[in-house]
């Protein structure tokens, strides 16, 4: 806790200073840096590593969007009471929670996507949280997600896929994915796994 409170202490002096190196007023956001503080206290948890720079444009974006979730989360919504508005949504509160919860997705995915570059052969992982969750916990998923299907169904290629056609292009998002996803067709054969 003391390292936080001595970078938080370092930043706020940083841009004290740089304010008044250009004459600019020292007011500053004290919400903003202790969120900034919290956030790279949980960064450092998680991914070993600070998250935000109270001066970066990501730091401000990702505040600003997470302010904005909370204010549109505990406002009011008159369209909760009226079903029949929902549709409409008269406050614009859902148009604006899924605007400013994209922005905080996209820069969360911005890490993810660091880490996952910086998994180069040879190069030594971190063994944080964020890799657990990428690599082990997600892995085992996707292999018993594979198994079951696999165990359950025969499969033939889409009519438009030949083994070596396959395109094994990624994009990147909150998991991988294939660029142009695998079509194929499953044939029940009767096994199917029993689940309690």
């Excluded at 200073?17 to 969120?35: C, D, M």
């Amino acid at each position: 806790m003391e390292i936080a409170w001595n970078l938080l202490a370092g930043y706020v002096d940083e841009d004290v200073a740089e304010a008044q190196a250009q004459g600019e007023s020292v007011e500053i956001k004290v919400a903003h840096y202790l969120f900034l503080m919290t956030f790279n206290l949980i960064g450092n948890l998680v991914l070993s590593r600070d998250l935000l720079n109270p001066r970066s444009k990501d730091g401000h974006e990702f505040y600003d969007a997470m302010n904005n979730v909370m204010k549109w989360a505990g406002t009011p919504n008159v369209a909760e009471f009226l079903n029949f508005l929902k549709w409409l949504d008269p406050q614009g509160i859902m148009r604006n929670m899924v605007q400013d919860m994209g922005q905080t997705m996209r820069i969360v995915e911005k890490f993810v996507k660091e880490r996952t570059g910086e998994w180069k052969p040879g190069r030594k992982k971190s063994n944080d949280f964020l890799d657990a969750l990428l690599e082990r916990v997600a892995h085992r998923v996707v292999l018993l997600g594979l198994a079951s299907l696999l165990h359950c169904f025969d499969w033939e290629l889409g009519s438009n896929y030949a083994p070596e056609t396959i395109d094994m292009n990624e994009r990147m998002g909150l998991t991988v994915q294939k660029l142009k996803p695998l079509k194929a067709k499953p044939k029940q054969i009767g096994r199917m796994i029993n689940v309690k």
